[in-house]
């Protein structure tokens, strides 16, 4: 909680509005004065204040409190992909990281590979989409060859596979929520 500061969220609500000081200060019953202070942190409002101020900037008063997104960390340069290599298989993490509720990646499969051994299941679903080469994935007792531009949705819980019995590499593009690898 460090790093919130309260004063920057009211001044950024406020210009959206475009409210200067004096009409802001006005609205929510306060001094010119004492909006100032609190826009530059020389002065910390009450949380009577603070919801006062939330209604008249219509945003909700826990906005004020939340921590703000760097969104430097939000981008993902090709150049800079997160990869792991389990048995000739690799990984490319297309989503910044973990955290959250979704990770996707980029799972290249050459020639004559299988994602594991036996089929797999995992709590989360799972939705892949075929960027290039043909794949097969077994699905419970079921086997489909997808092609690019091909996708799939596997199910929470579901039993499956991935197989490149084909000669040319396969690529897939697939998101998992819960991130499970």
Known sequence: MESIDIGKKVEKYR?????????LAKLAEI?????????????????????VLAKTLEVPTF????????????VVRSTNRKKMVM??????????DFTGNLATAIMNLPPNTASSEKQMEHKGEE????????IK???????YVLEPGDSV????????KWENNFNDHAALLFSVTPPAF
Do not use: C, W
Not at 137 to 143: A, F, H, S, T, Y
Not at 153 to 160: F, G, L, R, S
């Open 31 to 51: 001094t010119p004065s004492m909006l100032s202070q609190i826009e530059r942190g020389l002065a910390n409002p009450s949380i009577q204040t603070i919801k």
């Open 137 to 143: 994935v077994l699905l419970n007792d079921e086997e």
């Open 87 to 96: 048995d000739n298989i690799s990984y490319e993490l297309v989503s910044p």
């Open 153 to 160: 949705k596997i199910p929470a819980q579901m039993k499956h």
């Open 127 to 134: 939705v892949a989409f075929v960027l290039e080469g043909k």
């Open 15 to 23: 210009k959206a509005k475009d409210f200067s000081i004096r009409e």
């Open 63 to 74: 906005s004020f409190f939340m921590e703000e997104t760097n969104t430097d960390d939000l």
